[in-house]
């Protein structure tokens, strides 16, 4: 997929394709809990670049592909947790952000107890979708092996652990072993369960689901690197949300502790691994690797 | 279980037995996430009654009982989810609580943004707990059965719906339908999950599952009058939190609507209800009719 027109249009396509999915499984404004619903379906149909979903059914499209009706669910809970965490990360207590993907942050349209409960309830109902899955003709042990690697990614040892670490330092120096914590906590733990839990569902075995975390980890530690670089180079309108705020918030990055050559260089290192280990891992993968490739020089 | 002191031995002894299962599924407080996961068991080692577990194993046994493995990670789980709601609950943009079961409560301890995302730890790592079910010998697909009841009672048409809605509805006066769409979310939905889970891991019928839901609804309808009764009559030393909070805050409860009278009324109506159907469903459930017994004159 060289030309890079057609990788465009494709892209495009499977973004829309995840859109599509994604709102499929959004729950119902409707009853008591219409308002909580509104909430949660706000801060969802934010354009987003529906990275993870998208990554997580190309890595299941690699390793087989026996019955969609496992997979979709897993795409919308991916996104719905990465949406919780962006909800509760912009909240006053914790990062304050106004804007969010163009569009007002949750509590500053429903109020702060609202969007701490509607970052719950998201996080719950990704949990919900994925169970849908138990409802598909796919391995209930399988779905298990999903689920696992999906709750651990997301969680204390995942994600959420690396946002904690994150917060607790806020505004304190840190170090590169506990930055890259948090970078491989924060950033790559979601994608690790995108290209995991796809690969599982498509029944891949230990080998290549563990070659798959490892590739997970370098295209989410470029990703945080390029995210770091845009937040001195970018620009406000292109991206979504303000530019300079790690210098305001006198926040450690990749860029503060090695210079902006420096994590232009890494980024790329990072990417190129990914590439020919997932090369190597199969033939298949035209996609992804165009994917991977463009996140490293992506300008939102 | 007519003679008391008999029960509350064996309440106890059940507690403890709870409380040792659960402090087994808690994480460890070790590496970079260490705050967090101490901010996490700060809150779940508080001293709390651990109804919902000992709700959910009575229910087990009530049905069969092959495969103990699968039991206690869904009893650890449910008792996480109710901490992060208590978590979440007491922050200062919800109900701005400094106490709870005795003790500081975790943004008071840590620090809000802390306490945010401990809250949201502890709720995956309920998940990521459940999910250990899968190693046990227990049909997959019957954990799935019991995973999606657990998401749904917790979710946006659970606990976090009626808590969305309480937290909407914060000091304007509201009708008896939308209170009892509250309660029934707020308070039954994790009693009705702590029984019907427990009936379905221990191979429950249908007809079974929906007694269960049915008794639980009832139990937690009659819990929460209990509270409301004790808000206005309770001892703030026994109860391990503030009373009188609902008069301060304006709130609209079954007291407030009905009158203390009416309400104790309802709630031994309600038990006397679940206590019935408990006793037509099954001959052997004598300690969870003793336990049901006791929650509509309890005192803290």
Redesign the interface.
């Known amino acids: 997929m060289e030309n890079s027109v057609n990788f465009k249009e494709e892209l495009q396509k499977k973004t829309e394709r995840a859109e599509r999915i994604i709102r499929r499984y959004l729950?119902a404004e409707e009853g008591?809990?219409q308002?909580?619903?509104e909430a949660?379906n706000y801060s969802m149909t934010a354009p987003g670049k529906r990275l993870r979903p998208i990554m997580m059914e190309e890595a299941y499209l690699l390793f087989l592909g026996r019955d969609r009706m496992a997979i979709e669910p897993f795409m919308a809970a991916l996104e719905m947790i990465h949406t919780?965490?962006l909800i509760?990360d912009d909240?006053p207590?914790?990062d304050n952000d106004d804007y969010r993907r163009g569009k007002k942050t949750t509590h500053v349209v429903y109020?702060?107890?609202?969007a701490?409960?509607?970052?719950?309830?998201l996080?719950?109902?990704a949990?919900?979708t994925a169970?849908l899955a138990?409802q598909s003709n796919t391995?209930?042990?399988v779905?298990?092996?999903a689920?696992?690697i999906l709750?651990?990614k997301?969680?204390?040892?995942g994600m959420?652990?690396g946002?904690?670490?994150d917060?607790?330092n806020?505004g304190i120096p840190i170090n590169r072993e506990?930055l890259n914590?948090?970078y491989r906590?924060k950033t790559s733990a979601l994608i690790e369960a995108a290209l995991m839990t796809g690969a599982v569902l498509a029944g891949a075995e230990k080998y290549e689901l563990e070659a798959m975390e490892r590739i997970g980890r370098n295209i989410g530690l470029a990703f945080q690197i390029q995210d770091d670089i845009l937040d001195v180079t970018g620009d406000e309108k292109e991206l979504g949300k303000p530019v300079h705020s790690d210098e305001k918030n006198h926040k450690t990055t990749w860029v503060t502790l090695q210079g902006l050559k420096d994590a232009h260089k890494e980024a790329e290192k990072l990417t190129q691994e990914a590439v020919c280990e997932l090369s190597s891992l199969t033939g298949d993968g035209e996609f992804l690797i165009s994917l991977i490739s463009s996140l490293s020089g992506r300008k939102k």
Do not use: C, K, W
């Open positions: 729950p008591f809990s308002r909580m619903a949660v919780h965490s509760h909240l207590a914790l109020g702060e107890a609202a701490i409960l509607a970052g719950d309830a996080l719950n109902y949990y919900e169970f138990f391995d209930p042990a779905i298990g092996q689920l696992e709750g651990r997301t969680g204390i040892h959420l652990g946002q904690g670490v917060v607790e806020d506990m914590y948090i906590n």
